[in-house]
């Protein structure tokens, strides 16, 4: 694995390496989201973090860090923290984001493309740490405006006053996904960011006598790619068709705004890829999940 060798202007990928390594600030915004501009159907989550954010903003959870060529060129683009994401074009840049990665205390998890997640492990050192779990997803894409043969009524942004309906159900997601609740881990965190969302008016759901009964979280809201996230139907709604007429009709509200939504499904969860099935969706490509120390 290569290492990080200290530079007075940032790290240098390897003694022989033409890539510096330094993190980025807000006023590489524009640069990085043009170098994430070349693959938007692949980078949509960095974009959308950023677009929201900015560069230095600590609702990232974590740091970007860019890698430039010797003309001071970006090559590659990283978020390292909570969730790492990567888009790289040389390999030195890929080897000193794992390094990266690995030595940063609060990384929990990887996402990117099979091939990706290959070329990245090869420079992951497993005598430090291997990942707990590897796992496959599927990302499920819509580009079309589907016909509703029926609306579902009450389809909505949520308001604050529904904060703690859609923290309750969105914990018991992340319990059930991933084997860990927020709402112990990080509870003040995990509310301002559910909170910052309804504010945004990303969080559409559907309530009954105060029972939340659809709910779906528009994560990254850009131009070519809105990305969603936390689709959840409620048990007694189930196997009805209810979810998929849903997810039809907020599919067709956000691409007035947007040229494809999409969203990442585990590999095993038959339910949910029916499901958005039915709503017109059609499997892309696959995608993985790493969960690390």
């Known amino acids: 694995m290569l290492q990080l060798i200290e530079h ?7 003694a022989s390496t033409a890539s510096m390594i330094r993190p980025l600030t807000n006023v590489d915004k524009a640069e990085a ?28 959870r974590g740091r970007f860090y860019g890698s430039r060529n010797l003309r001071g060129q970006l090559d590659g683009v990283a978020l390292i923290g909570h969730v790492t994401l990567f888009e790289t074009r040389a390999d030195a840049a890929l080897a000193a984001f794992a390094g990266l990665a690995q030595s940063c205390s609060t990384s929990h998890t990887l996402i990117g493309e099979p091939e990706q997640i290959r070329q990245f492990l090869y420079y992951y050192d497993y005598e430090r740490s ?7 997803e599927l990302l499920f894409e819509q580009k079309s405006k589907q016909r509703l043969e029926a609306s579902v009524s009450g389809l909505r942004p949520a308001t604050p006053s529904e904060l ?9 997601m992340a319990l059930q996904e991933n084997g860990a609740n927020p709402l112990e881990a990080d509870p003040n965190g995990f509310r301002l960011r559910c909170a910052r969302r309804i504010h945004q008016d990303r969080v559409w759901v559907i309530v009954e006598d105060n029972r939340l009964i659809f709910k779906a979280d528009v994560i990254s809201d850009l131009p070519e790619v809105t990305y969603l996230e936390g689709v959840y139907v409620s048990p007694d709604k189930r196997s009805q068709g209810f979810g ?13 705004r947007s040229k494809s939504v999409c969203v990442l499904i585990r590999e095993q969860n038959f339910a949910a ?6 709503a017109g969706y059609t499997m892309r490509e696959y995608y993985e999940t790493l969960f690390l120390q």
């Open 33 to 60: 989201m043009y170098f994430l501009s070349r693959r938007p159907q692949q980078t949509f989550l960095m974009s959308g973090w950023i677009n929201d954010n900015g560069i230095e903003n600590s609702l990232n």
């Open 164 to 172: 703690e309906l859609v923290v309750s159900v969105h914990a018991e």
């Open 244 to 256: 998929a007429r849903c997810m039809r009709q907020l599919t067709n509200v956000l691409l007035h």
């Open 273 to 278: 890829q029916g499901c958005h099935k039915k």
């Open 8 to 14: 007075e202007s940032g790290y240098l990928a390897g």
């Open 130 to 136: 291997a990942p707990r779990q590897v796992r496959r």
